[in-house]
């Protein structure tokens, strides 16, 4: 058995709105062990004997036919998670500014999001599949990487967390 860590993908943040609780009643009938939540936006620990690719499509496909929406879920394990969060590149408190991690499934959107030339208040670097990036708080959505991450090609195969986040979800 593996515990493993499933982002959700734009849950709670603008359009889909869901109870957590909801959500680990679905994934628990959907044959997850150990079900817990993290927070409101999306963050799930579970256990399964599964590799993360079935996880992510049992899980995709128990929230899209529970709760109709179009469900894109990445999954690491917890280990993977803890990787993660100890490569954070830059210092991760820096007084103004917000510390994030863009997890990223796709080999190609990694290339493409990896060559963003970041605005002058925001820094990024490449990681084991993922974009470490910093930005001024307040200039999330308007930056030059926010704008870029936001589209909708990216939604099936990217989710963004602050680093505090990932953090509490490390600590599983």
Known sequence: MTRYAAFLRGVNVGGVNLKMAEVARVLTAAGFGDVRTILASGNVLLDSSADPDRVRKNAETALRNEFGYDAWVLVYDVDTVRAIVDNYPFEPE???????????????????????????????????????????????????????????????????????????????
Do not use: C
């Open 94 to 172: 820096v007084h103004g500014y917000q510390s994030y991690v863009t997890l990223v499934s796709d080999p190609a959107v990694l290339d493409e999001l990896a060559a963003l030339k970041p605005g002058p208040d925001e820094k990024t670097a490449r990681g084991d599949g993922v974009i470490y990036w910093q930005v001024a708080k307040g200039a999330t959505l308007n930056s030059a990487v926010g704008k870029t991450m936001g589209k909708s090609r990216y939604k099936s195969s990217t989710t963004t967390r602050n680093l505090r986040t990932l953090v509490k979800v490390a600590a599983g």
